[in-house]
Nanobody, 126 residues
């Protein structure tokens, strides 16, 4: 079992930065791929970024490449999402997810992640 708690969301102006954190409890964190997903208002949940269990492989949605960075600190059981050059279209509820069985090929697919946090709101004003 893995419990996930996101933090770091808030209101920021366009062009600004935020860093989201996801603290995990449970013994499977270090063996799990971790992902960030988001759900914009009135839209479906979408993939943002993911990182392999060892941290050596990352993947990003095209819309956030070169602006967002995912990282993990296994000793702290925490995964981060550094978000720079934020745009109003980045406004969404951001969710952290853990996937003990997720393979590198499947990191973009939400269906493979077994555990989810409650989400944190990110609002970018224009």
């Amino acid at each position: 079992q893995v419990q996930l708690v996101e933090s770091g969301g808030g209101l920021v102006q366009a062009g600004g930065s935020l860093r989201l954190s996801c603290a995990a409890s449970g013994h499977t964190f270090s063996g799990s791929a971790m992902g960030w997903f988001r759900q914009p208002p009135g839209k479906e949940r979408e993939f943002v970024a993911a990182i392999s269990y060892g941290g050596g492989i990352t993947d990003y949605a095209d819309s956030v490449k070169a602006r967002f960075t995912i990282a993990r600190h296994n000793a702290k059981n925490t995964v981060y999402l550094q978000m720079n050059s934020l745009k109003p279209e980045d406004t969404a509820v951001y969710y952290c997810a853990a996937g003990p069985s997720v393979t590198i090929a499947d990191m973009k697919s939400a269906s493979g992640y077994a555990y989810w946090g409650q989400g944190t709101q990110v609002t970018v004003s224009s």
